[in-house]
C-alpha cells in the first residue's frame, strides 16, 4: 500500500525512475479499487440478483457511479506517470507510452518494456532506485 501513496504523491512527476516494484504494486492497487467500484456499482442496482433480465432495468447508484468517476480521472494522471518513470528507469523515453495507441500490439509491447529490469547503472533520467552497492547482491540472487 506503501508504493501506491507513493505514486499519488508524485503524482505529476515525469521525471526520474521508478522500480518495477513500484509500477505493479500501484497497478495492483489500482485495479483492485477499480475492480471494487465497479463491482459496487453493479451490486447496487437491484436487478443484480434478478432473473428477469427484460423488466424495468433499474438505474446504477448515482454516488458510486461519480466515485468510479473521479477515481479513474484522478488516477489518470499518477498511472501515465509512473508508467513514463518506469520506462526511464529502463532506459527508454517517456514518448515510447504513445507505442500503446498502436492497435493489437502496442499495449503488449508497453507491458513487455515494463517488465523489463532496470538498468543497473545511472541514466540520463537519475540513479538506479534499487540503490547504490545492491548490484552486486541482486546479481547473486539464484546463483546459490
Not at 521525471?15 to 475492480?35: D, N, P, S, V
Not at 466515485?67 to 489518470?76: A, E, P, Q, R, S
Not at 507505442?99 to 503488449?108: E, H, R
Request: aromatic share 18%; glycine share 6%; charged share 20%.
Amino acid at each position: 500500500m506503501d508504493w501506491y501513496l507513493k505514486v499519488l504523491r508524485n503524482y505529476v512527476t515525469f521525471t526520474g525512475r521508478a522500480r518495477r516494484k513500484e509500477f505493479w504494486m500501484f497497478t495492483l492497487f489500482h485495479f483492485l479499487f477499480l475492480f471494487l467500484l465497479i463491482f459496487l456499482l453493479i451490486y447496487s442496482t437491484d436487478n443484480f440478483f434478478n432473473d428477469d433480465y427484460y423488466s424495468e432495468s433499474e438505474e446504477p447508484n448515482l454516488i458510486i457511479a461519480l466515485l468510479l468517476i473521479f477515481y479513474v480521472l484522478g488516477t489518470f494522471l499518477p498511472s501515465v506517470a509512473v508508467t513514463v518513470r518506469r520506462l526511464h528507469d529502463i532506459g527508454k523515453s517517456g514518448f515510447w507510452y504513445f507505442i500503446s495507441l498502436v492497435p493489437y500490439i502496442g499495449s503488449f509491447v508497453l507491458l513487455i518494456l515494463t517488465c523489463m529490469d532496470s538498468q543497473p547503472r545511472p541514466n540520463q533520467w537519475g540513479e538506479n532506485p534499487k540503490g547504490i552497492g545492491n548490484d552486486r547482491l541482486i546479481d547473486q540472487i539464484g546463483r546459490e
